[in-house]
């Protein structure tokens, strides 16, 4: 065991985004924290809005405005997709029974991570932006013939092209909107190539973009990686999951859909006899 | 927009489906009964042990001895007790700083499905196991496949493990297997053949707990995706101890760190934060 404050020895966290200073009566209180070197409580708190600190926190270096306006856009559109959504009906879930509001944002958070609107789609759409990039011809051919993995992973296979609704019939006009709307703040980019593609993409894969799509092109005009589009994308859509399955919490189960009618099942053995 | 299948599509696909759950899988009646796969769950599967209603639950196989084997592979394989085991360690952080028995076991549960080690291995090694079959009974050779793995994914699943060098748990599983009649099938005897020779290459590889296991229930007949549901919650017996003992000791006590043992290797000193321009 090492002396208290002796950290020669000690296994330490490596890390580039975050720096501590103790305060002198005790080294497991911080009296200044620093993110990228800007101190986080005497200097940014004030001048930084929530969105430039998260990029911050992601790239390590300040945001352009029109990078800040780009993914702040994009945050006020994916903030709440709406009671209809598998990940907010998740949350919805744990309020009208309940349970934990850490349970809630759970759920959003499981349900929200798939293949289907969730963000393990916007991480695979992001492969396909970094291999396609705005060459319409490969995204044609990755389209028609996506990649496949001979291995099997713990996420399921995709079954759309992703970024598209499989169950859509026309681009939604809340999509076209949001995407007009970055396309002309990125001036140029990809989302302003996907914006002038759209349809030819929506041809090739017989379903309308989605904002899963707009998302993964938002993220990779930015620079994001793959990975910090899913996790980034994840979040983003919790303060709509919070607030409904608040909401609902309050309202209670009685006014909560259970699909009483809703289930049918094929092979009901029926009542069977009891055993003494 | 959409194709026009012979089945149903889009929109008119979810306009079917609204509010029309058609399943085979289970329902309740209230106050009166409840089915799984075709059963009576308090009729006819009230007795069951709990994996053997697991196991029926996710493979809608009734066996004893399935289930016993699996709860061994449980028990030997997954339910160590350490804090310092990541997702154990995400169990006893959720201890000392209070939350539910509850939100900790859970969200260690889903740390649990890792790349080096944890569900990831495991559903990786069966699925090696499988294709490596296939391939052998269409006349490859064992020493090629490992080889193109290799080459290909730079990881075998189910072989080295990190922080050690060999798997202390593989005898005891396989000692308990055999009392149970199992541990000769094909399977096993391929995770060990892989084994064999991935310790004798360069990279020094071991046979882990996730091929063995693998093994024993491939010959078993699970599937991938079985495999892969019953192990899903297996890690729980070690997890549940860590957050017992972390909730019982005085909170905020578990492994605490000091300032200093953040290690700042960000490239920007301090600086001043400026609005940021085009």
């Known amino acids: 065991m090492n002396e208290p404050g002796d950290n020669t020895q000690r296994e330490q966290i490596t890390t580039k985004i975050w720096r501590e200073e103790s305060e002198p009566d005790n080294p497991f209180a911080a009296s200044a924290c620093y993110c990228s070197g800007y101190d986080v409580y005497g200097d940014l708190l004030g001048k930084i809005s929530l969105i430039e600190y998260i990029w911050l926190l992601f790239k390590l270096e300040p945001p352009s405005k029109t990078q800040a306006q780009l993914l702040e856009s994009l945050a006020v559109a994916l903030a709440n997709p709406g009671p209809r959504d598998h990940s907010v009906r998740a949350a919805m879930n744990a309020g009208v029974g309940g349970s934990t509001r850490a349970s809630a944002l759970m759920a959003a958070i499981a349900v929200g991570a798939g293949n289907l609107g969730g963000s393990r789609e916007v991480y695979t759409a992001m492969q396909y932006w970094q291999q396609c990039g705005i060459n319409l011809e490969a995204w044609l051919e990755i389209i028609a013939n996506p990649p496949t993995d001979e291995r099997t992973d713990v996420w399921p296979e995709m079954e759309h092209t992703p970024g598209f609704d499989p169950h859509g019939a026309s681009c939604p006009t809340p999509v076209k909107q949001l995407l007009a709307h970055l396309s002309a703040l990125s001036n140029g980019g990809c989302l302003s190539w996907l914006d002038n593609n759209r349809q030819a993409l929506e041809k090739q894969a017989e379903i309308p973009l989605t904002y899963s799509g707009v998302a993964a092109a938002t993220f990779f005009d930015l620079g994001f990686e793959p990975e910090q589009a899913e996790i980034i994308y994840l979040f983003l859509r919790l303060p709509g999951a919070a607030a409904h399955a608040l909401e609902q919490e309050k309202t209670g189960f009685r006014q909560y859909p259970f699909f009483a009618n809703g289930l049918t099942l094929t092979n009901d053995p029926g009542p069977v006899a009891r055993h003494e | ?278």
């Open chain 2, 1 to 278: 927009m959409n194709k026009q299948h012979q089945t149903p599509s889009g929109p008119t696909l979810l306009k079917q489906c609204e509010d029309n759950w058609q399943t085979d899988m289970g329902a309740i009646f209230f106050g009166e009964r409840a089915v799984l796969r075709g059963k009576d769950v308090l009729e006819e599967l009230g007795q069951h042990h709990w994996m053997e209603y697991m196991v029926f639950a996710v493979t809608g196989r009734e066996s004893k001895s399935l289930a016993r084997l699996i709860e061994a592979i449980w028990v030997i394989s997954t339910s160590y007790p350490d804090p310092r085991l990541w997702n154990n360690r995400v169990a006893a952080l959720g201890g000392t700083t209070r939350t539910t028995g509850a939100l900790a076991v859970t969200a260690a549960s889903a740390v649990s499905e890792a790349t080096t080690y944890g569900l990831k291995t495991s559903k990786g090694a069966i699925d090696l196991l499988y294709r490596f079959k296939d391939k052998i009974d269409s006349g490859h050779h064992l020493e090629e496949l490992i080889n193109l793995e290799l080459k290909q994914n730079r990881v075998v699943w189910g072989y080295g493990r990190p922080l050690a060098s060999g798997d202390e748990r593989i005898v005891p599983l396989m000692c308990l297997a055999r009392s149970l009649g199992c541990g000769n099938g094909p399977f096993v005897k391929l995770a060990f053949q892989i084994g064999e020779y991935l310790s004798r290459s360069r990279y020094k590889y071991q046979i882990n707990i996730s091929a063995v296991a693998a093994g024993l229930l491939a010959d078993e007949g699970l599937s991938t995706n079985e495999f892969y549901y019953v192990a899903a919650l297996s890690f729980v017996g070690g997890i549940f101890p860590c957050y017992v003992d972390a909730a019982t000791h005085k909170e905020g006590t578990f492994f605490p760190l000091s300032t200093g043992r953040i290690k700042y290797k960000g490239s920007s000193s301090t600086r001043k934060w400026h609005t940021p321009g085009d």
